[in-house]
């Protein structure tokens, strides 16, 4: 007897395949069709290594050039829930932005703008205008300009004032904020030259003015952001530091990182220095960051004197390190909420999960404990216990707030590991903190609680 025939079906008559339609709207002829070449070799591949065929082999091509295509289009850059504790996290993304900001980004993507274009004289107008204004409302600055991140401001501050000449810093404040961002080597990349005072606890004004000589172009202060030194330590009040500046015809730059615009201590937080404090104090240049503190977007704000400004903005270096209109539009619209503390606060999602009352998240944390006990029973037990989230991105290291987290006990022979990757394997990754061989997973920045529920029966059918 003679084996039944088999047919594989041609490209062209699975092209005309109700079923197609979809996928060519969808990713395109080109596209489609080498993914069906690549899903009839499979079949064919199959079929040769002794598979049954399928009852219908063009429905079951085009599903495995659908799943394939699904899997190759997708985005590699996904939504997860960060329930790490640390509220500015730098590998998850930072700040999350604010409601107006986002429809501020998606009105100004959609259309051409006046970007650098004045309505009122039909003259070409300066980007940074639409920042400015509102930078210089809440700081009390002259001007502003903004950039793509701190970095950038603090490497263009350097490199517009001090090419070749003497930056004078404490030698407690040559701080590493992480991956390639050493202020030394800030220094260097940017042309300027390091002049190091006091040692690492202390140091004291007669420090910075025994270091003033004609090669110094100005005296810079860094906020050590990450690391806070305790003890037998003395280090000098902006004040006095702007003051012997002037004296001496130099400007103070100060290089806040974070940078609040909002007096954190009115929340119950620690108190953090503002931009404002620090221009009130005589420093003529501040930078800090749009993503850290401010709950905007990733970008570099210097603020200060308007000649000073100026002077950056004709630097070369700040045509490449400027803002797309997309961010400087996140930007405006973030910066407008600071009219208001309150509305602030409860409008912009970096400063509504720092000041998230515990009680609340305590509350949250047993609504959804039962949930999550049931999905997991398979694979861990579940408790709730309290916590500790951090702020993050360099700001107040030291300074905890108290938090509720789940604690996930995986069972044997599961491992902690292993339970960690089944929630970072979901729809939505869930990304918690392995500790004490356990899963933590902080709920202070949990507020999509309809969508944490809905993947839980996800974690049941997987487990
Ligand atoms: C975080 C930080 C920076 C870098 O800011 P980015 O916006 O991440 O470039 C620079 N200086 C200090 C003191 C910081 O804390």
Request: proline content about 5%; hydrophobic content about 50%.
């Amino acid at each position: 007897m003679n084996a039944p025939r088999i047919t594989i079906p041609g490209i062209d008559r699975l092209l005309k395949h109700e079923a197609a339609q979809a996928l060519l709207a969808a990713y395109g002829h080109t596209v489609l069709v080498d993914a069906l070449r690549a899903s009839v070799a499979g079949y064919r591949d199959a079929l040769l290594a002794g598979a049954p065929a399928v009852d219908n082999a063009e429905q079951f091509i085009l599903d495995e050039a659908d799943a394939a295509l699904a899997a190759t289009q997708a985005s590699t850059l996904v939504n997860v829930f960060n329930l790490t504790g640390t509220v500015l996290h730098t590998n998850l993304g930072r700040a999350l932005l604010a409601d107006d900001a986002i429809a501020a980004m998606s009105a100004v993507a959609a259309g051409a703008s006046n970007l650098e274009y004045d309505l009122a004289t039909a003259q070409r107008g300066h980007r940074d205008a639409h920042v400015e204004t509102w930078l210089a409302r809440v700081t009390g600055a002259e001007a502003a300009t903004a950039v793509n991140n701190c970095a950038a401001a603090v490497m263009l501050i350097l490199n517009t004032f001090a090419p070749r000449k003497e930056v004078i810093v404490a030698r407690g404040e040559l701080v590493e904020i992480g991956g390639a961002f050493r202020i030394p080597d800030v220094m260097t990349t940017a042309g300027a030259k390091l002049r190091e005072v006091g040692t690492t606890n202390r140091v004291h004004l007669r420090d910075y003015a025994d270091a003033i000589t004609p090669r110094t172009a100005m005296l810079m202060k860094i906020h050590p952001s990450n690391y806070r030194i305790e003890g037998f330590t003395a280090s000098v009040p902006e004040a006095d530091l702007a003051a012997l500046a002037h004296e001496h015809g130099l400007p103070l730059a100060v290089d806040l990182g974070s940078g609040t615009l909002l007096d954190f201590a009115a929340f119950g937080l620690p108190h953090e220095p503002t931009v404002q404090e620090t221009l009130a104090q005589g420093a003529d240049l501040v930078a800090f960051s749009g993503d850290k503190l401010l709950g905007g977007p990733q970008a570099g704000i210097i603020v200060g004197k308007r000649e000073l400004i100026a002077k950056i903005r004709k630097n070369p270096m700040t045509r490449a390190l400027r803002l797309d209109k997309i961010i400087i539009a996140a930007l405006a619209a973030t910066l407008r909420l600071y009219g208001d503390a309150d509305r602030a606060r409860e409008k912009i999602p970096t400063l509504r999960l720092l000041t998230r009352a515990e009680a609340d998240i305590a509350a949250l944390a047993a609504r959804v404990l039962p949930a999550v006990r049931e999905a997991v029973s398979g694979i861990a037990d579940v408790a709730v216990q309290a916590c500790a989230s951090q702020i993050g991105s360099g700001a107040l290291p030291v300074d905890l707030l108290p938090s509720c987290a789940l604690v996930l006990s995986p069972k044997a022979p599961l491992g902690v590991e292993a339970l960690a990757a089944h929630f970072r394997a979901l729809p939505r990754p869930v990304i918690g903190r392995i500790h004490q061989g356990a899963l933590w997973l902080d709920l202070r920045c949990l507020e999509d609680e309809a969508g944490f529920m809905s993947q839980l029966q996800r974690l049941a059918a997987g487990a």
